[in-house]
């Protein structure tokens, strides 16, 4: 009876001692997760401080960029992409001016809209002055440079759209549809080869193309062009267009064809109708 009273003493010694170790081992390792988890509480915590401190960092900045846009000044630091150029806005890329007298001239070239301009060379200040010559080379007269045509590009006045007429060109027939229509509008081939080039990457880089050539008042109502002495012959081109997945229906634009005759200026450039 002494022995089994003794085993039982030691089996109840031994279930308590193993009831302590659990209840140790289920303490350490609530220890552990406890830990755990204020650790990874702490690092949200700290993520999210700093979210809101970044955050109220740029809001900071662009009140101040925006002041010193206000104020007109502007540093090194306070420049973005957007203060710089709109790109986001519509705009007439690459208007070029060539301009051929019958004997050398000197010309004076105004742009309407000076506020519009977002690029020019040589650089538009009130305007360009050159001498031309009859084979079209010019010099500036306020920097003595040589040059073969004047350059812009300007913000659209005119909100360019598609309209119930134009063309609809695939991408792979766009120079050949451009040497054709450039023809009609009074190009000669060295500038309609200079608008191809210029133009063919983006056309191409679409399955098709809305295109449409404005008219002299769209033209004229964008960027007025004065030019004295006033030219015998002026052409401007505005060639609109808009990529297209699927072609549309549309009316065939009706151009009419240009001649050249006496002292004649040429402007081209482009829109993307967004």
Same mark, same amino acid.
């Given at each position: 009876?002494?022995?089994?009273?003794?085993?039982?003493?030691?089996?109840?010694?031994?279930?308590?001692?193993?009831?302590?170790?659990?209840?140790?081992?289920?303490?350490?390792?609530?220890?552990?997760?406890?830990?755990?988890?204020?650790?990874?509480?702490?690092?949200?915590?700290?993520?999210?401080?700093?979210?809101?401190?970044?955050?109220?960092?740029?809001?900071?900045?662009?009140?101040?960029?925006?002041?010193?846009?206000?104020?007109?000044?502007?540093?090194?630091?306070?420049?973005?992409?957007?203060?710089?150029?709109?790109?986001?806005?519509?705009?007439?890329?690459?208007?070029?001016?060539?301009?051929?007298?019958?004997?050398?001239?000197?010309?004076?070239?105004?742009?309407?809209?000076?506020?519009?301009?977002?690029?020019?060379?040589?650089?538009?200040?009130?305007?360009?002055?050159?001498?031309?010559?009859?084979?079209?080379?010019?010099?500036? +007269?306020?920097?003595?440079?040589?040059? *073969?045509?004047?350059?812009?590009?300007?913000?659209? !006045?005119? @909100?360019? &759209?598609? $309209? /119930?007429?134009?063309?609809?060109?695939?991408?792979?027939?766009?120079?050949?549809?451009?040497?054709?229509?450039?023809?009609?509008?009074?190009?000669?081939?060295?500038?309609?080869?200079?608008?191809?080039?210029?133009?063919?990457?983006?056309?191409?880089?679409?399955?098709?193309?809305?295109?449409?050539?404005?008219?002299?008042?769209?033209?004229?109502?964008?960027?007025?062009?004065?030019?004295?002495?006033?030219?015998?012959? +002026?052409?401007?081109?505005?060639?609109? *267009?808009?990529?297209?997945?699927?072609?549309?229906? !549309?009316? @065939?634009? &009706?151009? $009419? /064809?240009?001649?050249?005759?006496?002292?004649?200026?040429?402007?081209?450039?482009?829109?993307?109708?967004?």
């Amino acid at each position: 009876m002494e022995n089994d009273e003794v085993k039982e003493r030691d089996n109840e010694t031994k279930l308590k001692n193993g009831e302590e170790k659990d209840k140790k081992f289920l303490k350490i390792k609530f220890k552990r997760a406890l830990i755990i988890f204020c650790a990874l509480l702490l690092i949200i915590v700290g993520i999210i401080l700093f979210l809101i401190y970044k955050n109220s960092n740029c809001t900071e900045n662009n009140q101040n960029n925006s002041q010193n846009n206000l104020n007109g000044n502007y540093s090194q630091s306070t420049i973005t992409p957007s203060m710089i150029l709109p790109m986001t806005d519509p705009c007439s890329d690459k208007p070029i001016i060539y301009l051929y007298p019958t004997e050398e001239t000197q010309v004076n070239v105004q742009l309407g809209y000076k506020e519009k301009i977002i690029c020019s060379y040589p650089q538009y200040t009130t305007g360009w002055n050159v001498i031309a010559q009859s084979s079209g080379d010019l010099k500036d +007269t306020d920097t003595n440079k040589n040059l *073969y045509s004047l350059y812009y590009e300007s913000d659209n !006045v005119v @909100e360019f &759209k598609v $309209e /119930k007429d134009g063309f609809i060109v695939k991408g792979e027939a766009s120079a050949e549809f451009l040497e054709e229509k450039l023809k009609i509008l009074g190009l000669t081939d060295r500038e309609a080869e200079e608008f191809i080039i210029y133009w063919l990457p983006k056309l191409e880089a679409n399955r098709y193309n809305y295109i449409r050539f404005a008219t002299k008042e769209e033209i004229e109502a964008n960027m007025p062009l004065t030019i004295t002495p006033t030219p015998d012959t +002026t052409i401007r081109i505005l060639m609109e *267009y808009k990529g297209l997945e699927n072609p549309i229906e !549309v009316e @065939e634009q &009706k151009l $009419e /064809k240009i001649e050249r005759k006496g002292f004649i200026a040429v402007e081209w450039g482009g829109t993307e109708i967004k």
